[in-house]
């Protein structure tokens, strides 16, 4: 989680930059956005260490937020109003929400129990409602509407028992309340992107000032509709990766694909070739441009077989005991547009990683730990196609 929110916050830096400079060309156009894409990250944010939300104006005044995120407490759903001071959701917001957080299910621990002693016991994370309070400062990225964020606030649970015991000896008050502290009363401290979409008709526009001189570039349409395929260079793995993405703004777009890549999954598997399906988040930067820099998000599932091995590793034994895990990918890229619908090749520096559960034992303290969140990647340049 921390490598996918590192590169969220690397894009939204390279997105904001990009957008200071000038284009004397442009003009803003006279609609605001019907709605705004937005992906964030943060401490205590609406959706999550990650998530993706949707921000619909209802009003001169007023809008409606719904969106969905993974975070400390599990899943998380959000939904929120909030009020703008400026036309178009410029400038200051404020906003109240609540989050439904679905907790990170059952664990099988080693904890302090009423008997003084560490036991082994069984518990599981109760769903929870938690309300949210929130302000918003918007910085204009471009000349579309889309946006940088800063959010600021504070979040608090709405009551209830946090955790629920299945088995063991009672588990000690504080320990109860170190596991419940992951969902507790606390600031809030976010960045964000959103990205406007425009009514319908606008997306492709693009008006000029003044008369451009020869040497200026000539600004190609946007394509709505994108299919990359790409294979990677066999250089410590091979693999390819198919999506379909669709431009919901120049700056944004969002689609699913099919990909495979070999390596090892779990840390006890060996190397295997593991297919994953996946949604994907793209941000462009010079997206008029014949040479175009992007960057992608991609969250899914990866399809393997867990092995029945033990794998021990210093003092820790390890043992997987699902199938499958949780895919999540990131990297940048180049293209080149070549024709003037839009089609072209690209090259990119990509992440794949997987996330899973792995039950662990301590030899040494005779400790045992279950549903312990793990990761294994890889890392692969890759050549393809813009069609």
Same mark, same amino acid.
């Given at each position: 989680m921390k490598k996918i929110t590192l590169i969220v916050l690397m894009s939204m830096v390279v997105l904001y930059a990009s957008a200071k400079r000038k284009d004397e060309y442009r003009e803003r156009p006279a609609d605001c956005p019907v709605a705004y894409i937005t992906t964030s990250t943060g401490? *205590? *944010?609406n959706t /999550?260490?990650?998530g993706i939300s949707v921000d619909v104006p209802m009003n001169e005044k007023f809008s409606a937020e719904g969106g969905i995120g993974v975070g400390s407490w599990g899943g998380k759903f959000f939904g929120g109003i909030k009020y703008r001071t400026k036309p178009c959701q410029r400038g200051w917001a404020f906003g109240l929400g609540l989050a439904y957080c679905t907790g990170l299910g059952q664990s099988n621990d080693s904890l302090l129990t009423v008997n003084g002693i560490k036991e082994n016991v069984e518990y599981k994370d109760n769903p929870l409602f938690a309300m949210s309070l929130m302000a918003y400062k918007y910085f204009n990225i471009g000349k579309k509407y889309n #946006? @940088?964020?800063l959010q600021s606030g504070v979040s608090f649970p709405l009551g209830g028992e946090k955790i629920t015991q299945i088995s063991g000896s009672p588990i000690d008050k504080q320990i109860v309340n170190n596991i419940g502290s992951r969902l507790q009363s606390a600031p809030i401290l976010a960045v964000g992107v959103s990205f406007g979409i425009q009514p319908r008709g606008t997306l492709r526009s693009y008006k000029t000032k003044d008369k451009k001189s020869e040497n200026d570039e000539p600004a190609a349409p946007i394509q709505e509709h994108n299919v990359y395929a790409d294979v990677a260079i066999p250089w410590g793995t091979y693999g390819f990766s198919v999506a379909y993405n669709y431009r @919901?703004? &120049?700056? @944004? /777009?969002i689609g699913a694909g099919v990909e495979g890549y070999n @390596?090892?999954?779990?840390i006890t598997n060996a190397t295997t070739f593991v297919p994953a399906v996946a949604a994907?988040? #793209?941000?462009? =930067? #010079?997206?008029? &441009? &014949? *040479?175009?820099f992007f960057s992608f998000i991609d969250l899914g599932k990866d399809f393997y077989t867990h092995t029945n091995l033990y794998l021990r590793s210093g003092n820790m034994i390890y043992h997987v005991p699902? %199938? %499958?895990g949780f895919y999540s990918g990131f990297g940048l890229g180049y293209f080149r547009r070549v024709t003037p619908s839009g089609w072209g090749p690209y090259i990119s520096l990509k992440m794949m990683m997987n996330w899973y559960n792995a039950s662990t034992y301590d030899f040494v303290d005779k400790q045992y730990y279950s549903g312990g969140g793990?990761?294994?990647?890889? /890392?692969? =340049?890759?050549l393809g196609f813009k069609f």
């Open positions: 401490f *205590n *944010n /999550g260490g990650l #946006r @940088f964020y @919901f703004a &120049k700056w @944004f /777009g @390596f090892y999954p779990t994907d988040m #793209r941000f462009y =930067i #010079r997206s008029l &441009k &014949k *040479n175009q699902n %199938n %499958n793990h990761v294994e990647g890889i /890392g692969a =340049i890759s």
